[in-house]
């Protein structure tokens, strides 16, 4: 393909140490917005938080009962299906692990999550890759409510899977039976979706 | 009207053959394509830039020459601060460059001379790219309906285009323009110093009555906001066409 | 596409979408699943940014049309249209 005489685009990977970069990614020092509708503004008083199984609701929170749980901090990079990466992103919330302790739910019912958020964007998860630490609900990223644009109030993080995992807007997670595709995956994207496995889309190994 | 052709809708390499600055901030790039057969007004290309290491990015820019252009074809770009793309092609793409080109592209926000209807243009900054586009064909068609602009710009210094709209209404062929200013006027300025509104809207634009074609372009509130007004003026939502630039509404 | 200057219509996707039609399709004529309405391609609103086209009704906000190219095939979801209509252009508009 021609290559621009001068053009450099935005995205550098030089001076990084390139074992933190999964295969085909740049990184960036911007945080990008990407958004498969307008901006959701949920105010804090009319937010909560459910976790459901069919039509029975396990467990729900307001803001400020969800304030009031155990909060984490977790400082990890993230990497975004189309090609950028952003380290040392700092964010604070309340692990999935936690939540299911306060629903008072010892064990997950099921093997698969369906995120739901304001706006209907949906992805879906293995549980598998929602606990351990490995996964929060979010509220504040580098230490400031997490700005509508990138989610707030509050958004799922799932830093070990490409970010569209990350859903903005969270307000429900359903526990399902099968692994049913969301929003984007039943376009195409990889069901499991690891950066570092460089599944990107369906038919990818 | 010509309908693009599969050939068209390729990539091409696109030689710059000429370079003018319209504003301090927004530069018209000429180009000369290998495969060209005319486009109409209103239609926009794709262009490409790809790095040595093969990242690439893609942006679409509306035609400002006029349609049936053959030899030449020019795109008018607004350098957007941190932007990726238009930095590059507003100061560093040079005359004898190439760069990929795809088009003409899209057939809904067009508009040819054999469209009687008066054409009500309204705009906010760029948006009077596809616009120009518009008048340019005008001016070289025989038939040239009642045409008015509404264009909506920061300052004096960034009304893009400016001398050569102010002749265009002194050829008195049936063509008015109302200018307005968000950000701070002239000392002998006659034209409006706010937003444009609904009210603006009444006074300016063409009754539905006489049943314009109505192109809205701008910024995506800009364009939201008049197509509005526009509807609860009475014009018929089949003939507002609209083409916002700029995200919806977010800010990075 | 989509950054700087970008159209949030549409219009923007003659290139990327359009490419796989052998008709211009920023003229067709979307009826929205969800509230009926009828809107040109050409004036949707445009989403998903890198990820994917996502064309969203103008009164109602919901999806209308969803696309996503890779490998070199198109894929198209047009659950959120009722109906897709295509006159071939002989009228001035």
């Known amino acids: 393909m021609p290559i621009t005489r001068g053009f450099k685009g935005k995205r550098s990977n030089a001076d990084t140490a390139l074992d933190r970069i999964p295969p085909g990614q740049y990184v960036t020092q911007d945080f990008p917005v990407l958004t498969a509708g307008p901006t959701q503004r949920t105010p804090v008083e009319n937010w909560s938080l459910t976790l459901q199984r069919g039509g029975e609701k396990l467990a729900h929170w307001s803001w400020e009962q969800f304030e009031a749980l155990q909060q984490t901090e977790r400082t990890t990079d993230i990497h975004c299906v189309t090609k950028w990466s952003k380290f040392d992103t700092r964010w604070r919330g309340v692990t999935i692990d936690d939540l299911l302790k306060a629903a008072g739910l010892s064990a997950p019912p099921t093997q698969f999550v369906m995120a739901h958020c304001d706006g209907g964007y949906t992805t879906n998860l293995l549980i598998a890759d929602l606990l351990d630490g490995k996964a929060m609900i979010a509220t504040h990223y580098d230490n400031l409510p997490i700005p509508v644009t990138h989610g707030g109030p509050a958004r799922l993080l799932v830093p070990h899977l490409y970010f569209w995992k990350s859903a903005k807007w969270v307000r429900r997670l359903e526990f399902v039976d099968a692994n049913k595709p969301g929003f984007w995956e039943s376009m195409g994207y990889h069901i499991h979706r690891d950066p570092w496995c460089e599944q990107r889309y369906t038919g990818d190994a | 009207m010509p309908d693009t052709s599969p050939l068209l809708r390729d990539w091409q390499l696109a030689s710059v053959a000429a370079i003018r600055d319209e504003t301090p901030s927004v530069r018209t790039i000429a180009f000369s394509l290998p495969q060209w057969t005319g486009h109409l007004a209103g239609q926009h290309v794709d262009v490409r830039l790809t790095t040595d290491d093969g990242y690439q990015a893609e942006r679409s820019y509306s035609l400002a020459s006029p349609g049936g252009s053959i030899a030449l074809i020019e795109i008018t770009v607004e350098r957007i601060t941190d932007g990726e793309v238009s930095p ?165 | 596409m989509i950054d700087d200057a970008r159209s949030s219509d549409g219009n923007a996707v003659a290139g990327p979408l359009g490419r796989f039609f052998a008709f211009d399709i920023t003229r067709m004529i979307v009826t929205c699943d969800a509230c009926g309405s009828e809107s040109p391609l050409g004036a949707l609103r445009l989403y998903g940014d890198k990820m994917g086209i996502v064309l969203r009704c103008v009164h109602c906000g919901e999806v209308n049309l969803r696309a996503l190219e890779f490998n070199g095939a198109l894929s198209l979801d047009a659950r959120g249209a009722t109906r897709l209509t295509f006159r071939p252009p002989v009228d001035l508009l």
Not at chain 2, 110 to 117: C, K, Q
Not at chain 2, 127 to 143: C, D, H, N, Q, W
Not at chain 2, 167 to 177: A, H, M, N, P, Y
């Open chain 2, 88 to 252: 590059f092609l507003t100061e560093q793409l040079a005359l004898g460059d190439t760069i990929e080109l795809r088009g003409p592209l899209g057939g809904y926000f067009t508009w040819s001379p054999e469209n009687p209807a008066p054409l009500m243009l309204i705009t906010g900054g760029s948006g009077i790219v596809p616009l120009m586009s518009m008048l340019r064909t005008r001016t070289k068609a025989f038939r040239r309906p009642p045409t008015r602009l509404l264009y909506s710009s920061r300052n004096f210094e960034e009304i893009i285009y400016r001398s050569e709209l102010d002749r265009l209404v002194e050829t008195k062929d049936g063509f008015s323009i109302a200018h307005t200013l968000t950000r701070g006027a002239p000392v002998n300025w006659n034209g409006e110093t706010r937003r444009v509104d609904g009210a603006m809207l009444a006074k300016y634009t063409f009754p539905a009555a006489q049943a314009p074609h109505n192109f809205v372009c701008g910024p995506t509130s800009f364009v939201e906001t008049v197509a509005d007004c526009l509807v609860a003026l009475g014009h018929p939502e089949t003939v507002i066409k609209t083409e916002r630039f700029g995200p919806t509404g977010e800010k990075r």
